[in-house]
């Protein structure tokens, strides 16, 4: 092993001298472009076969893994839809979901290496070396995905055995569906889900598209317990054996799934809300899952309905504020009895600022003061060098030391927003630093001098 970066007596050499070497990538850049990866702190090994294996590790954070975790959530989703459906003779559509299914235990089979092969975040250090991702991995989701699969793989070949279920006649294709039914094993995976959806949610920078997000998985919650529902409901009048049922009267084609599906559907989603429908049930058994739902769905709906209030009013509170001084101030220019043409600019001034505000400043989050070096160095990298580009002087020592310009960003700069027509300084005021317009216009006079210097 070797030590590609090291500074003092850094508790990360202490950590990890002896199981890899750190690598602090973009110490010196000889182009004026910005490194993504500049001071990101990896752990990777440096010899051997193992280095070349390391070079499959995926990045956590990198876009393949992104699209990757994308079509995790589609494809959880999907078995989520589909394996109650199963239990029931869906026709010439069976076929088209039995090849479905196969993809989706293909695209699981391709998940575990997947998995075994990414990074692993430890507190801002990236773990790139293949056997800590592979014994992350075995400490979490490994046993239970190598299950599903493994079961996924034997129910498949099991009932995709039509010859057999129909030598066997009614009772083994009954019996065939029930196996098709041991896939509900498979919501376990939306735990996983959950994760993917959070680890996709921090590449969203909206704080609106968050809530909006948040308001997409309740919504997507109701209608998925209503689905499933629906498929019991239906289950009890498509495995009746004669006895009457809440299907009867009702049903004009009483071998249409598909209608059998959307009433059953449409009397879930009433026992939800105050919505009215013309369906009961017909047996004890049929009402005492009915009495059961009605139970189930009061407290459900109630926490939806809170969760619902809860995000909309965190929409309404960002901007509580700014409304709040809005009347405010139109309260104290009419009270002291302010010109016209004075009060409108000085309303005017005012939404101009509001609108600067909207770029939240570093100091406004005190989080970002604990965090690790490496990661703060990147942030304000990412933040200030660009106005480096437009600085005669700064950016020819970007071309020969990037590194004394990353780390100059962390400790010697911070940023102001100024609302238009506002003072920067004025004369006679000591100089505390160089000012670097990054964004807009600022105009200089000299005291006594016609002309003005212009710098944006």
Known sequence: ????????????????????????????????????????VIIKTSHGCTACLGRCVLHPYGWPKFFWSFILLLAVLWDAITIPLQLFDLGSFST????????????????????????????????????????DYIRGWCLPDVLMVLGDLVVSTVGSNQSL?????????????????SRLVRLVRLYKASATVESLVDYVRSPLIV????????????????????????????????????????????DDFRELYALS???????????????????????????????????????????????MNQIRTWNAKS???????????????????????????????????????????????????????HLYSEIFLPAFKTSGLFSRVMR??????????????KEQYCPPEIDIFIEGATAAGVLIVHRGDMTYQLLGLPGVARCS
């Open 96 to 135: 088209t979901l039995d090849s479905i299914n196969t993809a989706t235990i293909i695209f699981w089979l391709t998940d575990i290496p997947v998995s075994c092969f990414t990074a692993v975040d430890r507190d801002g250090v990236l773990d790139f070396r293949p056997r800590s991702c592979v014994h």
């Open 400 to 413: 020969v030391d990037y590194r004394l310009l990353s780390k100059t960003c962390s400790r010697a700069f």
């Open 323 to 377: 409304i709040e001084l809005d009347a405010l101030l139109r309260h104290f220019l009419k009270s002291r009895k302010i010109s016209t043409q004075l009060g409108v600019r000085i309303t005017n001034f005012f939404k101009v600022s509001q609108k600067q505000k909207a770029e939240t400043p570093l100091e406004s989050i005190s989080f970002l003061a604990s965090l690790p070096e490496s990661l703060k160095i």
């Open 211 to 254: 809530v909006l997000i948040g308001l997409t998985k309740l919504i997507l919650f109701i209608l998925f317990v209503n689905h499933y529902i629906a498929c019991a409901w239906c289950a009890m009048a498509y495995f009746s054996e004669g006895t009457p049922t809440w299907a009867d009267g009702h049903m004009k084609a009483p």
């Open 165 to 181: 279920a129909a030598t066997a006649g009614t009772q083994g294709l009954r019996v065939s569906r029930l196996i098709r039914l």
């Open 1 to 40: 092993m070797r030590v590609s970066w090291r500074q003092g007596d850094s508790t990360l050499w202490d950590a990890y001298s002896k199981q890899g070497s750190i690598d602090f990538n973009g110490i010196l850049q000889e182009n004026e472009e910005s490194n993504p990866n500049l001071h990101e």
């Open 265 to 311: 559907l449409h009397w879930s989603l009433t026992q939800f809300t105050p919505s009215t429908q013309d369906i009961g049930p017909s047996n004890i058994r049929e009402r005492i899952f009915a009495a059961g739902v009605v139970i189930f769905a009061l407290i459900v709906f109630s926490s939806f309905v809170s969760s619902i209030t809860n995000q």
